[in-house]
């Protein structure tokens, strides 16, 4: 049986998901004792090749930060900022490539997390992730932002 503080983050965590399905740039409130957790995703951009890789992949050796993204891979890129509140809200987002296009691994840079919900990734070209941040770095109105990546062929 989960307990009551992992069942609020998983509900917390849907609703920003039910938000995004809405569209657009989005910001979730989750009620708590010590203020509210705020979570905003951006919309997606897409950084195609032969544009420098934002971030290194693992499990693609071409494509490392700073080097020019391997032909025929894209990046889609979404920026997630949470503000901590009482209570820890984690947000789940769908990751999605351009048509013609599947996912081949998931990256983060600054201080968020991530993992991938879906349980079979392979060919796939919109994959769930679950972006996160450490509780233990991050104190009560503190901010935690970052990058999240999928790289995509």
């Given at each position: ?88 809200a984690?947000?789940a987002?769908?990751?999605t ?12 840079t ?13 060919q ?30």
């Amino acid at each position: 049986m989960s307990s009551p503080n992992t069942r609020r983050a998983v509900r917390a965590a849907l609703l920003a998901t039910a938000a995004l399905a809405a569209g657009g740039a989005v910001a979730v409130a989750v009620a708590a004792d010590g203020g509210d957790t705020t979570i905003s995703v951006s919309p997606r951009v897409l950084i195609a090749a032969p544009r420098d890789s934002p971030a290194d992949f693992p499990g693609v050796a071409k494509a490392r930060a700073g080097k020019p993204l391997p032909r025929g891979y894209v990046a889609v890129a979404r920026d997630v900022r949470f503000t901590r509140g009482g209570e820890v809200a984690y947000a789940a987002l769908r990751m999605t490539c351009p048509r013609g296009k599947s996912w081949r691994t998931g990256a983060v840079t600054g201080d968020i997390g991530l993992t991938v919900l879906d349980r079979t990734v392979s060919q796939k070209r919109s994959v769930l992730v679950m972006a996160t941040y450490d509780t233990n770095a991050t104190a009560l109105g503190q901010t935690a932002a970052g990058t999240i990546y999928a790289l995509c062929r």
